[in-house]
């Protein structure tokens, strides 16, 4: 029994050294948005309204030091009597993601909306009045909802999950730090 408790230190230390480097890919969080996130807003009647669905959602870390960027494809209807508009539209925002130690999710704050292209093109003019509205659900939506979360259910996840404390962002990947 003695042996069995000098050699407990030792195997947390290999564990340790284990999962030190554990990361979240780029993949990773795209396939947890497209499963977890579902965004649709329903704003309005039957004659003035908007409608707005997340169809894809695209990551990149570490362009920028400390920066996630989060391109998303939405459909957009816009309902009114003199000009109804249906496109397709991609927006691009960069944000800091952080790392909530008590729920076990990264979070994104810092939102900043960098474009927005619609299609059909001749319809962006009438699309970027609106837009202000919508990048405000969006917006909303994204800096309250997380954009990922390890799995506790999962055993070597929870034991990760228990000793994160922060993220760094990587080029490619969200570097898990334990403190």
């Known amino acids: 029994m003695k042996i ?6 030792l195997f947390m230390l290999l564990l340790t050294g284990c999962v030190s480097q554990y990361s979240i890919t780029e993949s990773e969080l795209e396939g947890y948005l497209s ?8 704003e ?3 004659f003035f309204g908007i409608e707005m669905r997340i169809n894809n959602i ?13 391109t998303a494809d939405s ?14 539209m991609k927006t691009t ?9 008590q729920s076990h999710s990264v979070y994104l704050r810092q939102l900043r909306l960098i474009g927005i292209e619609s299609n059909p093109k001749d319809i962006e003019k ?12 969006l917006t909303h939506f994204l800096e309250t909802q997380p954009v990922y979360v390890l799995d506790t259910s999962d055993s070597n996840q929870a034991l990760i999950a228990e000793m994160t404390k922060r993220i760094k962002v990587m080029p490619g990947k969200l570097k898990l730090i334990f403190d």
């Open 75 to 88: 459909v957009v209807k816009v309902r009114n009597p003199l000009l109804p508009i249906n496109a397709d």
């Open 44 to 46: 309005g009647n039957q």
């Open 126 to 137: 009438a699309v970027k009045q609106v837009a202000p509205q919508m990048m405000g659900f």
């Open 58 to 70: 695209d990551v990149k870390l570490g362009h920028k030091p400390g920066i996630m960027s989060v």
């Open 4 to 9: 069995f408790r000098s050699l407990i230190p």
């Open 93 to 101: 925002f960069e944000a800091e993601p952080w790392y909530d130690a």
């Open 35 to 42: 499963d977890e996130i579902h965004f649709e807003v329903k």
